[in-house]
């Protein structure tokens, strides 16, 4: 799904997962020209490159709404995430309660790291604790 050139959405119950051989490459793309975008609950992503391409400034917190991804590590789904983490200019989509997991894949750790907010915890490459 693309929203593009000031066009708006909310998002409820979708299932973006297809057969083994036809996930998405990019299950939602949320580009900088997009109007007002609400993600709802029970969403379910698959995408193969990208969950979510969150090109825009507006930040979304998927930790309390019942969205599923198809991968369980919390690096992993940031891998298939790019949102603040990747570029600083965007805005941030939550997958994990109270942290900010970060990567290799986020091409800087230590941006990453700097996303971090208030006093929330993050995760970097599979180590536990605070870095």
Do not use: W
């Not at 109007?35 to 917190?61: C, E, K, M, P």
């Not at 790019?82 to 986020?106: E, F, M, N, P, W």
Request: charged share 20%.
């Amino acid at each position: 799904m693309r929203i593009i050139n000031s066009g708006v959405a909310a998002l409820d119950r979708n299932l973006f997962e297809g057969s083994s051989s036809s996930d998405n490459n990019t299950d939602l793309l949320i580009s900088a020209t997009a109007g007002t975008v609400t993600l709802g609950s029970n969403n379910a992503f698959a995408g193969d490159v990208n969950y979510i391409d969150n090109r825009s400034t507006q930040s979304f917190d998927l930790t309390a709404n019942n969205t599923t991804f198809d991968e369980a590590s919390p690096y992993a789904i940031e891998n298939l995430v790019y949102h603040k983490v990747d570029d600083a200019a965007l805005g941030l989509v939550r997958t994990a309660a109270g942290a900010i997991y970060v990567t290799q894949k986020s091409g800087s750790i230590q941006r990453g790291i700097r996303r971090r907010l208030d006093s929330r915890r993050r995760r970097c490459c599979g180590s536990p604790g605070d870095l």
